[in-house]
């Protein structure tokens, strides 16, 4: 399987939102609803924030929101805070329970 | 609650064999729709999906490394194993187990913090 597509990085100030986009195929995040983000901090595991493309577990700010169009899925962080600067991945079912993950994209918050 | 706990070498040899040890408590394999999953990182980059056992035992390899990979579990002790033989210095990650929902789903909820295996002579 290859990797999803993630831009390399994104910023924003604080309170602003900013997007992070997951490209993929119809084999993966075109052809389910099982895709999910991880946010990763420098030295730590990384953490679920949104699954299902927009289904948030407990715990995780409403700032936090998931959606898909067609090969497309995209994580929004709206009213950014220092603490959302960390890695974001996208991962998503690819058949044949199987699954790919993104190539990481990096959030500066300014 | 939940929880985690990668174990194993910290440096191994190419061509050597590595065996990892997933210790986790909170939920039980032997509990229809329990999954544990391997992901790795190499530093600097990209998570990778490895591998996958489920409660049933049914088994999920990564095409690219199917044939170097072997994933087991002991329910009694609460534990999966993973081995991987021909190590190379590409392999050097760390290595996450992480609890895996696949029943009309599929993400990696709970995670290990990780054990960082370096591939050297």
């Known amino acids: 399987q290859s990797a999803l597509t993630q831009p390399r990085s994104v910023s924003g100030s604080p309170g602003q939102s900013v997007t992070i986009s997951c490209t993929g195929t119809s084999s993966d995040v075109g052809g389910y609803n099982y895709v999910s983000w991880y946010q990763q901090h420098p030295g730590k595991a990384p953490k679920l924030m949104i699954y299902d493309v927009s289904k948030r577990p407990s715990g995780v700010p409403d700032r936090f929101s998931g959606s898909k169009s067609g090969n497309t899925a995209s994580l929004t962080i709206s009213g950014l805070q220092a603490e959302d600067e960390a890695d974001y991945y996208c991962c998503s079912y690819a058949g044949s329970n199987t699954g790919v993950f993104g190539g990481g994209t990096k959030l500066t918050v300014l | 609650q939940v929880t985690l706990r990668e174990s194993g070498p910290a440096v191994v040899k190419p061509t050597q064999t590595v065996t990892l040890t997933c210790s986790f408590s909170g939920f039980s394999l032997s509990t229809s729709g329990m999954c544990v999953s391997w992901i790795r990182q190499p530093p600097g980059k990209a998570l990778e999906w490895l591998v996958r056992i489920d409660w049933d035992d049914d088994k999920y390899y990564s095409t690219s490394l199917k044939t170097r990979l072997t994933i087991s579990k002991d329910t009694s002790k609460n534990q999966v194993v993973l081995t991987m033989t021909d190590m190379d210095p590409v392999d050097t990650a760390t290595y996450y187990c992480?609890?895996?929902?696949?029943?009309?789903?599929?993400?990696?909820?709970?995670w290990g913090q990780g054990t960082l295996v370096t591939v050297s002579s």
């Open positions: 992480a609890r895996t929902s696949v029943r009309a789903t599929y993400y990696f909820d709970f």
